[in-house]
């Protein structure tokens, strides 16, 4: 399993990938805009500071992806590092993907100064699972997220 930086040559995968995560988990109400989606990708290609965009491959095929991010928190100028996406396609699940992706990152943060790495399971696809992975790889559960799907102007009971 190889763990690298994402490139232009990735991009289609990356967001196909994307549609597949979107469609799995808790956003599937919402559309999915690629080229939205081939804009985020991009801006995570092109900055390798502030941005950390990873991919797993497995004999040459792509099979997971990260996206995250390094911050100062508001309250200091310490730095935290989050996640913004983490998913690996279905038929390479508890391979050592997702794994070295997160091991990957927080070298990527440990880099950059960061003081801890935060990662999240918004997407809601197999949250007991993930977070025992989590603690797992030595990550501590803290808080959690709460949601409210609101009403908007479009007649539409949500």
Known sequence: MLIRAAKYDDIELLIEMGERMHKEGAYAFLPFDREKV????????????????????????????????????????AKVACDMILYVDREHRGSSAATR???AFRDWASERGAREICLGVSTNIHPETTGHFYEKMGLSHSGALYKQRLEQDTGRTL
Request: proline share 0%; aromatic share 16%.
């Open 101 to 103: 992706l997160i091991r």
């Open 38 to 77: 081939r804009r985020f990708i991009i801006s995570y290609i092109d900055d390798h500071e502030i941005q950390c965009g990873l991919v797993a491959e497995e004999g040459g095929v792509v099979v997971g992806m990260f996206a995250g991010y390094v911050t100062d928190y508001f309250f200091c100028d």
